[in-house]
Each structure stands twice: as C-alpha cells, then as structure tokens.
C-alpha cells in the first residue's frame, strides 16, 4: 500500500479545489425541479433579447435546463416552457438542428404553444422551407389570435 506524502495530499487537494470551481457542488446537489426553477428564474429576470447579449447568463440558464433534462429525461412533459427556453438559447447560440428539435418537443407537449410555431417557422424561413415555414406562422397566428 502506497504513502501519500505532503506533495501528493497537496496535489489531491488542489485537484479536489479545482473540480469545485470547475464544477460548482450546488449544481450537483439539484434535483431537476430545483434545477427547472432556478433555469426559469433567470430566464425571466431579463428580457430575451438581454439574455442573448449576455452570454454567461444564457450559459448558466442553459446549464440547470440541461441539468433537468438529464436527470428527469421527460421533464418537458411536466414544464412544456424548459424545452421551448432550451430551444431559443440553442437557437440564439447558432444550435439550429437542438433549436428545432425542441421546439418541436415543446409543442408535441404543449400544442397550442405560439411562440414555439412562431420561432421554428422563422428557423424554417432562414432555411428557405417556406411550405414549412408558412404552416408553421399560420399555426401561430391562429393560437395567438384567439
């Protein structure tokens, strides 16, 4: 059996020191309702367009959605809002292809969801699908006229 000397507990240490700056024990001590919450409250404590300039504020929203989405997979069942915020971060960071895919496990969930239809026709316009896009702006539209 190996002896750690005082140059190995201080190594030991300053990895340990190193992984809970890397890696925050709060974070991990979430569950994914908390981690939900926390995504929420940020998300709303600033407009969408703020949010999109500050990129360490979308990193840590991003972050406790992912975060929920890990360790509760079906989460979106229950908070339709956590994909769709998930969708627009991943859209605003150039994520086309995760973009789309949550919005559209926002509306499979919630589908009377506007702004979901709204956003992923715009995605479809920027790619030229216009069919797509056009059903997409009629189906938001319509939810939101009413």
Request: glycine residues 4%; hydrophobic residues 35%; charged residues 20%.
């Amino acid at each position: 059996m190996r002896k750690f000397n005082m140059d190995s507990k201080h190594f030991i240490w300053s990895l340990i020191g190193f992984i809970c700056l890397v890696f925050p024990a709060n974070v991990f001590s979430l569950d994914c309702e908390q981690h939900v919450n926390i995504g929420i409250d940020l998300h709303l404590s600033k407009s969408s367009s703020a949010i999109a300039n500050d990129k360490t504020l979308m990193t840590k929203i991003q972050n406790h959605y992912e975060e929920a989405l890990r360790l509760c997979p079906n989460i979106c069942s229950k908070y339709p809002s956590v994909c769709n915020n998930l969708a627009d971060i991943y859209k605003n960071q150039g994520k086309i292809d995760l973009a789309i895919q949550y919005f559209k496990k926002t509306i499979s969930y919630k589908p009377d969801n506007g702004d979901s239809y709204f956003e992923l026709g715009a995605i479809y316009e920027q790619q030229g699908l216009l069919c797509s896009a056009m059903d997409c702006y009629l189906n938001a539209f319509t939810l939101n006229r009413s």
